[in-house]
């Protein structure tokens, strides 16, 4: 494009990720999952696609899982993000989802993981009540090329169940 | 797959955004971002600005209007589909919403959006034109509205002049008056939440003798707009409605003219039209009558 | 000592970092002052290369250089070695790092954008001003050697880049003497590979030039090694290439690939640190694909069924280019004659150019495609005879008495092909046993309520554990820990774990008391690569010999310092113990004294260092097997596909860790259901790539895929130590052609006969229609 305003490409941003917050100044056409990777450092959160279909680029943002690849950073200001490296808690104790995913090999080359784990954390802590189908649709949004899918169902049974209390 | 630089606006009044729609050229509007933004990351779409609408007060509201349920163009997908006041009064929106997309999608994209984009297979759209829905414009000529038959320019084309922008649609539901109101909403779609490659949606009301007084039957993915079946509407009106007419009033949707692609071809398309159709005026009728007729 | 972890379904070792986002994937990996890269890619099938105008990219405001093969020395103008030499290809076509002066594929790489950041990169890529010269393009295989057909290479004379010929037995006299022959025409697609990271690659020269530390999302950095110092002209030792955290290869990922040449090149040209991160929309034309096959086959059997003899033609697409040679139709043929004991069998595959993508191994290399002939043939032998198909095959099979079975095949170093051991029939009546004897009845009565189910059945023999080796190195350190090196990196496949579960039983340690290091170059001499389910064959028969070799060494030294007869120490808890005693030495203590200590010897006979080293040689191959059974249904209004079950009878041998076996299965078998049903890359006939994202590009999804039931059936390899056989490709190849044949049982009423894939729910409409 022609001369374009710094000001109009350039904002300054302040938003909450995993319970810090950050300030910065970011090119308004950064998406979000480049500004969580490359200025943040925070590269769990992964690009698959780019285009908004695989699913890896998820993270949560207030409170919603959604595709970081198809959000601006600019439109982050203000808002409080969750991403793979905030889940756990501060001592280690993992998510339930991300425990249930090693326990029932719900990865196996792990760059579909974050997304997989931000998707079904955020679903679940909404909602632990989701039956297999639920569960089914909740990740198809989500594309897996090593599992096929049924062990991270599996995994995601599991999570429900505990974040039930069940057990 | 990066964008191309543009200049960022965030206008926070729909008159900051006409004048800005007024002014700029080579404008992309942001809504929930899940169409433009795959088409901005893939230089599909190079604008010179892009207006976030995302900071606009007042364009998220789902109320209840004389005229009907009106939804803001921000409303998210994900709001109208648990929204109460869709779940009572449309409740066929919310169904159809259930194919849209996967949830981290409904989070962002918004009704506007969608009914904006035009995606020939979509399902809001199909809905709109379901309901005769009425869309509002706001432009620095003042507001106007659209009838959902008027909406359409062309393929992917809204009635929007360049400084217009939407800013939300009335759907006129529809009110039992003592009768049963049915819906249904079926489509065929390769995976679930892909694009339909067509959709089906139907409204029925039924008096006590099960005598159809009212149907509206909109299809997507069979033109670039969402097309009503009029004609089958009408072989509705007035009969007892059961397998046997949903049998005869389905065959007509294959006869309608249908759109090719270079991977569909409008055989498959109408074949797919009439058995979307039957499938939701039988889930209308079943819901009309309460079970009774499955 | 008994087997504690080997066998059991221990959790992996890789997975803590991974679900917690600390995964460090190409594209994570932080390097300091590193310049991004964007390649100018052909946007033609076919052309000539006039010019190539950079300086208006050169111009753009954060581009440090744009780089053509002009600029980059002859080595980038060069063709890249053929990673399986072809020596019966009579012009061996493969492509420069950058073009050079043609291009053969929308995709191929012209031109290096360098800048301070991937979309200034990407913005400048889009001022490279290349003057093509469109030519003919060559994308419709059937047609490849009419006369008159458009040629994919200037340096070609034909598109046919030569003839594989393949075959046992008196062919025209069992064809003649068959009670029933029967002829096919069959053919298969090509899908892509789909990892979710795609490729990558970072090179950081020293600022001497005389070192470069390479990066790459490969399954074989022993191979860009190798690649790349021939290139560059550098020591081995110069070059070090790291694997690092790699998500997902499945074959393509094997290749090296011009970018790997390229990148590393102009990181030395330029004297920075570089990286170049494919996007999706590059994979989808950058990065090798597979699967486009036409057949013509007879089939011959006698009057109970049994098949005697398989003759036919192959016309296979490999793209532009002969990246991995004929690796292709060279397993399409070695994979005849299936798990059949054919009486005569004669093949010919001729290799095709075209203008497309070039084909390298997917998932199954040219396996899946055997097989789906193989099967389509067997059902219809049991159609035709009205005999079930499950018996075709329990008649055709190689029966447990031939084994090993020598098939009448020559492998690749010309000697006989001989399947080691299994039961195939029995292999079989596991899945059907699983499967349930009461589907006919179900079939009938979902008939009669105007529903169409029908049951799909595939059996495959596959072979695994492909020559030459790997190794494996063990050393116990000072703290008791153990850390194991290998060649042998993973994209997914858990190679950590299971090489743990195999030492530790060894060494009477746990699995986590192990670091296994795979995937750099500097840290293990020598490696081949994770491609074409070798390597729990090859690198866990190495990692179990370098524990043998350990754990004896620890014994004997643990003897003398405990004064103790070899045959009473055992080794538990990190200790060597003699039997019922309290005295013991940990392999800590026995590393540190191995380790030495300044002026003392090391005990008579004893080298230093409580560790070993190991290759294991894979000198014969082995073979695994399964039987796969599902049930489909077909709405045939709309001709949607449902798979309502899918069962596994699968052998490959031993288990190690029956939880990562069920997963290669599972994500295996997913991946033939979307060969089946969803993948499909289409291109126009100007050799435009049609599908280049994943809205019109379809990958199975969560929702639309059944859980898939697994029995396990153990036959041991006689061929290695641990008795194992590869397990990475064995749910792909027989999936397809599963649920082909079942759609094709739902839908006998209506005559439907199916001899390709992928199927769309308009193809089955149709067919309906017709039949």
Request: proline fraction near 5%.
């Amino acid at each position: 494009m022609s001369e374009l305003d710094h000001a109009q490409t350039t904002r300054h941003i302040s938003v909450t990720v995993n319970g810090t917050v950050y300030e910065r100044d970011v090119l308004t056409r950064t998406h979000l999952g480049d500004f969580l990777r490359q200025e943040l450092g925070l590269t769990g959160t992964h690009l698959g696609c780019e285009h908004g279909v695989c699913g890896a680029c998820t993270i949560i943002l207030d409170g919603q899982p959604i595709r970081s690849c198809l959000m601006l950073a600019v439109q982050a200001n203000g808002a409080t993000i969750r991403t793979i490296e905030g889940l756990a808690q501060a001592d280690g104790t993992l998510h339930p989802v991300q425990e249930a995913f090693w326990d029932k090999h719900g990865l196996q080359c792990g760059f579909c993981t974050p997304g997989m784990v931000t998707t079904l954390a955020a679903v679940l802590e909404a909602d632990p009540t989701l039956d297999e189908t639920a569960i089914r649709e909740a990740i198809s949004g989500n594309i897996c090329r090593c599992t096929g899918y049924e062990t991270i169902v599996d995994a995601a049974l599991q999570a429900a169940s505990r974040m039930r209390g069940d057990h | 797959m990066k964008a191309s630089a543009f200049a960022y606006h965030d206008p926070k009044t729909v008159q900051e955004l006409n004048s800005l729609l007024g002014s700029l050229d080579n404008v992309r509007i942001l809504a929930g971002g899940q169409s433009l933004m795959p088409m901005l990351n893939m230089r599909y779409a190079f604008p010179d600005h892009v207006i976030d609408i995302n900071h606009i007060a007042g364009l998220a509201e789902v109320v209840m209007t004389p005229q009907g349920l009106r939804i803001g163009a921000m409303t998210r997908q994900r709001i109208v589909r648990e929204h109460p006041l869709v779940l009572e009064h449309a409740p066929v929106l919310a169904e159809a919403l259930h194919w849209v997309g996967h949830v981290q999608t409904r989070a962002r994209g918004t009704i506007g959006g969608s009914l904006c984009h035009l995606d020939p297979a979509a399902e809001q759209p199909c809905i709109a034109a379901l309901y005769d829905a009425v869309l509002h414009v706001s432009g620095p000529r003042g507001p106007r509205d659209v009838a959902m038959r008027d909406w359409v320019m062309s393929y992917m084309t809204p009635n929007l002049e360049p400084d217009e922008a939407l800013l939300g649609l009335t759907l006129p539901v529809w009110s039992a008056q003592g009768q049963t109101i049915g819906h249904g909403f079926h489509e065929f779609a390769r995976r679930h939440g892909d694009y339909a490659i067509v959709a089906a949606a139907a409204l029925v009301s039924l008096d006590a003798g099960g005598v159809v007084r009212r149907a509206s039957i909109a299809l997507a993915g069979v033109d670039v707009k969402p097309v009503r079946l009029a004609v089958a509407e009408q072989a509705l009106v007035g009969h007892v409605l059961d397998q046997a007419l949903i049998g005869t009033v389905s065959a007509m949707a294959a006869t309608i003219e249908m759109m090719e692609d270079a991977h569909i071809t409008p055989a498959y398309r109408g074949r797919l039209a009439q058995t979307m159709t039957k499938r939701a005026l039988s889930d209308a009728l079943n819901r009309a009558t309460g079970g009774r007729n499955v | 000592m008994g087997a504690r972890y080997f066998g059991a379904a221990v959790k992996r070792l890789e997975d803590p970092k991974l679900i917690t986002g600390r995964g460090q994937y190409l594209d994570d990996i932080a390097m300091p002052g590193v310049l991004h890269v964007a390649v100018v890619r052909s946007p033609h099938a076919h052309a000539l290369i006039n010019a190539i105008d950079t300086s208006m990219a050169r111009g753009h405001a954060g581009v440090v250089a744009v780089l053509t093969a002009d600029d980059l020395g002859e080595m980038a103008r060069k063709p890249m070695p053929m990673m399986a030499p072809a020596p019966m290809v009579k012009t061996p076509l493969t492509q420069s790092p950058l073009a050079h002066g043609s291009v053969h594929y929308v995709g191929e790489a012209v031109a290096l954008v360098v800048a301070e950041s991937r979309a200034v990169a990407e913005d400048a890529a889009a001022m490279v001003m290349v003057d093509y010269d469109p030519l003919p393009a060559m994308v419709d295989l059937a047609h490849a050697l009419n006369e008159g057909a458009a040629v994919a290479n200037q340096a070609l004379q034909s598109n046919l880049a030569g003839t594989l010929k393949g075959g046992f037995g008196d062919v025209a006299g069992v064809f003649s003497k068959a009670a029933h022959v029967f002829k096919e025409s069959l053919s298969l697609h090509r899908g892509g590979c789909h990892a979710m990271e795609c490729r990558g690659v970072m090179a950081r020269p020293d600022p001497s030039g005389n070192r470069i530390d390479i990066w790459s999302s490969t399954q074989s950095p022993y191979m860009v090694r190798r690649a790349l110092a021939l290139c560059l002209g550098m020591d081995e030792a110069s070059v070090r290439v790291t694997a690092p955290d790699v998500g997902g290869g499945f074959g393509p990922k094997a290749v090296v690939y011009a970018e790997d040449y390229a990148i590393p090149m102009a990181a030395r040209h330029l004297g920075r640190a570089l990286k170049w991160v494919e996007d999706r929309g590059e994979h989808f034309v950058a990065t090798t694909q597979q699967r486009d096959q036409l057949w013509e086959l007879e089939v011959a059997a006698d009057a109970q069924g049994r098949m005697l003899g398989v003759r036919g033609h192959c016309l296979h697409d490999n793209g532009a280019y002969l990246p991995y040679g004929v690796v292709l139709p060279v397993t399409s043929m070695s994979s005849f004659p299936g798990p059949y004991a054919l009486e005569a069998l004669e093949i010919s595959i001729d290799v095709i150019y075209t203008n497309m993508v070039p084909n390298t191994p997917v998932r199954g290399a040219g396996r899946p495609n055997t097989c789906f002939v193989l099967e389509r043939l067997a059902d219809r032998v049991a159609r035709e005879l009205g005999i079930s198909r499950e018996d075709v095959r329990r008649r055709s099979f190689v029966q447990v008495s031939q084994f090993p079975y020598e098939t009448g095949m020559k492998a690749r170093d010309g000697s006989p092909v001989s399947y080691d051991s299994g039961d195939y029939v029995q292999c079989l009546d596991l899945a059907v046993a699983k499967f349930g004897s009461d589907f006919k009845a179900r079939q009938d009565k979902a008939r009669a309520e105007g529903r169409y189910i029908g049951m799909g059945i595939a059996s495959y023999v596959e072979d695994t554990g492909l020559a030459p080796y790997e190794g494996a190195t063990i050393r116990v350190q000072p703290n008791g820990k153990v850390l194991l090196l290998t060649g042998a990196a993973a994209q997914g496949q858990g190679h950590k774990t299971v090489f743990a579960q195999i030492a530790a039983d060894q060494l009477g340690i746990t699995p986590q008391d192990i670091t296994v290091e795979a995937g750099d170059t500097s840290l293990f001499p020598l490696g081949i690569g994770t491609i074409a389910s070798r390597v729990a064959v090859t690198g866990g028969s190495s990692v179990h010999m370098a524990a043998v070799e350990t754990r004896a060494k620890a014994i004997k030294v643990a003897s003398q310092v405990l004064e103790a007869q070899e045959a009473d120490l055992v080794l538990e808890g990190g200790f060597v113990k003699v039997s019922g005693t309290d005295r013991q030495v940990s392999l800590g203590q026995l590393a540190l004294m191995l380790h030495g200590n300044f002026g003392q010897p090391l005990p008579a006979g004893i080298a230093p260092g409580l560790s070993a080293t190991a290759f294991y040689e894979a000198r014969q191959t082995t073979f695994a097997n399964g039987t796969n059974l599902c049930e489909v249904e077909v709405d045939i209004e709309t001709g949607a596909v449902k798979i309502l079950r899918y069962v596994v009878a699968h052998d490959c041998g031993t288990l190690i860790n029956p939880m990562l076996v069920d997963g290669q299965i599972r994500g295996g078998v997913v991946h033939g259901i979307g060969n089946a049903l969803f993948e499909r890359m289409i291109y126009d006939e100007n050799g435009q790539p049609q599908t280049t994202n994943y809205g019109e590009y379809l990958l199975p999804l969560a929702t639309e895929m059944p859980r898939i039931e697994i029995v396990h059936m153990e036959s041991p390899s006689p061929r290695n130590p641990i008795g194992v056989k590869g397990a990475g490709e064995g749910g792909t190849i027989p999936a397809a052609a599963c649920v082909i044949s079942a759609i094709e049982d739902a839908l006998s009423p209506f005559h439907v006969r199916l001899g390709s894939h992928p199927l769309s729910p308009q193809d089955l409409v149709e067919l309906i229609d017709r039949g």
